[in-house]
């Protein structure tokens, strides 16, 4: 019912910046919080960043003054800007929604198929 496509990753040297974006489309009546999360090898999935519908943030502290989160509600688009990447932030970024579907008055997460980010030191 709901998608999200991420799109933006790749390889990057250290220090270096990449833009995440992730759309979702489907039978979308309301979209809450949008956030990104990541997944390196060996560990658990971990938040890095969310955003409400009314655009305040929250971040990992292991992020924070290097990325930054936004969403444009009118393309129900979530973006997330890296910069000054570390080889720490190596790792699979995911896109989740909290999404209200045409029909229902339940909230409900999606996530997207995630993309690969890597910094090479």
């Known amino acids: 019912q709901v998608q999200l496509v991420e799109s933006g990753g790749g390889l990057v040297q250290a220090g270096g910046s990449l833009r995440l974006s992730c759309v979702a489309s489907g039978s979308i009546l309301i979209i809450n919080g949008m956030g990104w999360y990541r997944q390196a090898p060996g560990k658990q999935r971990e938040l890095v960043a969310r955003?409400?519908?009314?655009?305040?943030?929250n971040y990992a502290d292991s992020v924070k003054g290097r990325f930054t989160i936004s969403r444009n509600n009118a393309k129900n688009t979530v973006y997330l800007q890296m910069n000054s990447l570390k080889s720490e932030d190596t790792a699979v970024y995911y896109c989740?929604?909290?999404?209200?579907?045409?029909?229902?008055?339940?909230?409900?997460?999606?996530w997207g198929q995630g993309t690969q980010v890597t910094v090479s030191s």
């Open positions: 989740n929604a909290d999404v209200i579907v045409i029909g229902t008055l339940n909230v409900d997460a999606y």
């Open positions: 955003i409400t519908s009314g655009g305040r943030t």
